[in-house]
């Protein structure tokens, strides 16, 4: 017989994490438990204001599938009766890992990755000023690859140089956070480009970035907030070269392996990215690393404090979780 648990858990982070729609100081994330025959799986999910979510509000969607749940839900099944987001993702992570712990075959075997191997996080500086932000970078720069945050009402032609003046050798990724606006956009790429940024995230916000389709890209631009599943995706063909799979936003696993096949067929690159949460919603998403251009699931190195067992991280380059943590 099944049991369902739900949990709020709360992370420090490191100092403040700041992008253009705010500032926190820790990461409140939700966790579901299903045991199973002395089985456990586990799931975390990140709630997103951006997306109308809650904490309050994803426990209590937890919750509500209680019944199906403990009746013997399967990941297939959960996709039909839970919409795309942060409650179905700790969802369809825990039946992941519950079943790789039962059946002894890991999750990645599963999904059809024969090798799971490190890779290469991205690592993020947080939107503060010009000089700050330089600073903060100068301290990574042993870092190969960063995530730079933008997208403030003034100054971001002056970060975007900072930023390159202090780290010359870094992989730059800038990440607007749908802060800029068609009036200074063009500027804002031509400064990235003169700069060598390789990817500009998310320029414009997702209800207005039709306008990218005849604008002049000097860097590829990746969608974030405008993709969540595979429903998202058709209207962004000719807008993006490159989108971010995010388990919070698709759903979980299940529908993030399904998003990275269509949007392959149609041309897109793929980063593999995060919310600011624990080694937990890491590691499900870590499936889908080997096949992503870009990784960017430093959520853990922002925390003060992690889960334990975490995930294992040197310097940038993480490492596949052990089967105690997920999968």
Not at 38 to 57: F, L, N, W
Not at 65 to 90: D, F, V
Not at 98 to 127: C, E, F, M, Q
Not at 261 to 282: H, N, P, Q, R, Y
Request: charged letters at 25%.
């Amino acid at each position: 017989m099944r049991q369902l648990t739900v949990s709020v858990d709360r992370f420090p982070i490191a100092g403040k994490f700041t992008i253009a729609r705010g500032s926190r100081t820790e990461a409140v994330v939700v966790t579901a438990r299903i045991v199973e025959d002395g089985a456990i799986g586990q799931g975390e999910c990140v709630p997103y204001p951006r997306y109308g979510e809650t904490v309050e509000g994803v426990a209590a969607a937890i919750e509500a599938m209680r019944p199906q749940i403990e009746a013997g839900l399967t990941r297939e099944g959960l996709q039909t009766l839970m919409p795309a987001g942060a409650a179905r993702n700790a969802l369809d992570c825990a039946l992941w890992d519950l079943d790789a712990k039962r059946s002894g075959i890991r999750a990645h075997v599963t999904a059809g990755v024969n090798r799971w191997l490190p890779v290469t996080t991205a690592y993020t500086i947080s939107l503060d000023t010009p000089e700050a932000m330089a600073e903060a970078a100068a301290k990574a720069a042993h870092r190969p690859i960063l995530k730079v945050k933008f997208g403030g009402p003034s100054g971001d032609l002056a970060r975007i140089a900072a930023i390159r003046e202090a780290v010359p050798d870094a992989v730059l990724i800038a990440d607007a956070n749908e802060g800029w606006t068609e009036e200074n956009i063009a500027g804002h790429l031509a400064a990235c480009a003169e700069a060598g940024y390789a990817l500009v995230e998310q320029p414009l916000p997702a209800d207005r970035d039709e306008f990218l389709r005849d604008l002049s890209r000097p860097v590829p631009i990746l969608a974030d907030e405008s993709v969540h599943d595979r429903p998202s995706l058709d209207r962004l063909v000719g807008l993006y070269d490159v989108i971010n799979i995010k388990l919070d936003k698709t759903g979980g696993l299940t529908e993030a392996l399904a998003l990275a096949d269509t949007a392959e067929a149609k041309g897109f690159a793929l980063m593999i990215g995060c919310m600011v949460g624990s080694s937990l919603a890491m590691a499900p998403a870590l499936v889908l690393a080997p096949r992503a251009r870009f990784v960017d699931l430093d959520g853990p190195l922002l925390l003060a404090k992690d889960r334990e067992p975490g995930l294992v991280y040197e310097g940038s380059i993480v490492h596949p979780p052990q089967p105690a943590l997920w999968g």
